[in-house]
Nanobody, 126 residues
Framework: QVQLVESGGGSVQAGGSLRLSCAFSGDTLRCLGWFRQAPGKEREGIATIYIPKDITSYTDSVKGRFTISRDSAKNTTYLQMNSLKPEDTAMYYC?????????????????????WGQGTQVTVSS
């Protein structure tokens, strides 16, 4: 069974930084990802990593500002968020996939992932 627990969300002013953490458990995870969902909007993939080859992928709006990483010893994945903007305000979710499929391309698609955390809120004020 896969379990994911996010932490590190909060409120920050525009231009600031936050680091989200996701502690995970479960065997044979192939992909880890970070997604976000703002009120009234669909959930979108923002950063993913294909574990066997450490291939990462980012959505265009966060490239150069956000970095996904993982610590295999701690079973934790991180999302470092810099130069935050008000439009980054959303609930952020950690996700995991146990099969290759689209995961091997570090897919940002919601359907690639079958396991989700409960989310952590990020609010960026102008």
């Amino acid at each position: 069974q896969v379990q994911l627990v996010e932490s590190g969300g909060g409120s920050v002013q525009a231009g600031g930084s936050l680091r989200l953490s996701c502690a995970f458990s479960g065997d044979t995870l192939r992909c880890l990802g970070w997604f976000r969902q703002a009120p009234g909007k669909e959930r979108e993939g923002i950063a993913t990593i294909y574990i066997p080859k450490d291939i990462t992928s980012y959505t265009d709006s966060v490239k150069g500002r956000f970095t996904i990483s993982r610590d295999s010893a701690k079973n934790t994945t991180y999302l470092q968020m810099n130069s935050l903007k008000p439009e980054d305000t959303a609930m952020y979710y950690c996700a995991a996939a146990r099969s290759d499929g689209l995961c091997r391309f570090a897919s940002l698609q919601v359907g690639t992932f079958g396991h989700w955390g409960q989310g952590t809120q990020v609010t960026v004020s102008s």
